[in-house]
Structure formats: structure tokens, C-alpha cells
Nanobody
Framework: QVQLVESGGGLVQAGDSLRLSCIAS????????MGWFRQAPGKEREFVAA????????NYADSVKGRFTISRNNAKNTVSLQMNSLKPEDTAVYYC??????????????????WGPGLQVTVSS
């Protein structure tokens, strides 16, 4: 069992930056990959970024490449998503997720076993 709690969401203007964090508990954090996903109103949940268990491998959706950076601190059981140059289309509920059976930073929703409750990020134009 893994428990995940996100923090850092809010309302920002286009062009601003925001940093999301997620803290995990319940299993050895350094043994599994972590990911960030988002879901906008009326749309399906989509992949944003993922990081392998050691932090050396990352994966990004094309829509956020060059603007978002995922990182992890295995000593603190946290994964973060630094979001720069935010756009109104980044508005969504953001979820962190744990892939406990894999160390690979997968983009597939089905590869993730545990999810945080999500938090709102709103980017105004």
C-alpha cells in the first residue's frame, strides 16, 4: 500500500511558474517509478511526466517538454514537478501516481497502481 499526497497547486497567470510536490509513504520509495498526470474538465486523464526509481530516467509529454521538469528526492520520499511558462491549457487537476511494479518512467496510466487525491492548477490568461 502506498499513500500519496500532493501539494503546491493554485491560481497563477499565464507565463508564471508553479511547483507541485507529492510525498509518498507506505513502501520503499526508491523502488518504484513515479508519474504526474492531469485531467482537464471534460477531458480524459493524460500523462504529463514520469521519473524512474533512481531519478536518472525521465519521460515527458510533448505538450510540456522544455517547460516542466520532474525530479525526486528518495531521501525525503518526494517527487516534484516544476512548471514554468504556464499556459491556460495547462489548467487541470494534477495527480501524482506510483508504479510500484516498475522502475521505468512509463507514460501509460494503466502502469500506475496508486494515486493521490489530486490538486487544482488554474492558469489565467
Amino acid at each position: 500500500q502506498v499513500q500519496l499526497v500532493e501539494s503546491g497547486g493554485g491560481l497563477v497567470q499565464a507565463g508564471d511558474s508553479l511547483r507541485l510536490s507529492c510525498i509518498a509513504s507506505g513502501r520503499t520509495f526508491s523502488s518504484y517509478a513515479m508519474g504526474w498526470f492531469r485531467q482537464a474538465p471534460g477531458k480524459e486523464r493524460e500523462f504529463v511526466a514520469a521519473i524512474g526509481r533512481s531519478g536518472s530516467m525521465t519521460n515527458y509529454a510533448d505538450s510540456v517538454k522544455g517547460r516542466f521538469t520532474i525530479s525526486r528526492n528518495n531521501a525525503k520520499n518526494t517527487v516534484s514537478l516544476q512548471m514554468n511558462s504556464l499556459k491556460p491549457e495547462d489548467t487541470a487537476v494534477y495527480y501524482c501516481a506510483a508504479a510500484i511494479n516498475s522502475g521505468w518512467p512509463s507514460y501509460a496510466i494503466r502502469g500506475y497502481d496508486y494515486w493521490g487525491p489530486g490538486l487544482q492548477v488554474t492558469v489565467s490568461s
